[in-house]
Nanobody
Framework: QVQLVESGGGLVQPGGSLRLSCEGSGSIFSMYTMGWYRQAPGKQRELVASFAGGRVKYGESVKGRIAISRDDAKNTLDLQMYRLNAEDTAVYYC?????????WGQGTQVTVSS
């Protein structure tokens, strides 16, 4: 079983930056994908960035404004976001996928507002 716990959300001003952290526990392996998704009110959940086997995949809406790092020894996945705007307001979810299952954290709210 896998558990994911996010932290670091909150209120940030437009143009600001924010760092989110995800800590996983259980059967997590570096070969499988660990990532961040987000869901804004009334919208579908979308990929922010994912990390697997040393390769990173970015969502189109955040490309160029984020950095993602994974520590396989600690089972953590950190997301640094820059130049935030109102469209980045969403619940951000940590995700882990292996060959049989997909796991989600409980989510952390990020609100971009002045």
């Amino acid at each position: 079983q896998v558990q994911l716990v996010e932290s670091g959300g909150g209120l940030v001003q437009p143009g600001g930056s924010l760092r989110l952290s995800c800590e996983g526990s259980g059967s997590i392996f570096s070969m499988y994908t660990m990532g961040w998704y987000r869901q804004a009110p009334g919208k579908q959940r979308e990929l922010v960035a994912s990390f697997a086997g040393g390769r990173v995949k970015y969502g189109e809406s955040v490309k160029g404004r984020i950095a993602i790092s994974r520590d396989d020894a600690k089972n953590t996945l950190d997301l640094q976001m820059y130049r935030l705007n109102a469209e980045d307001t969403a619940v951000y979810y940590c995700n882990y996928q292996d060959t049989t299952s997909t796991y989600w954290g409980q989510g952390t709210q990020v609100t971009v507002s002045s």
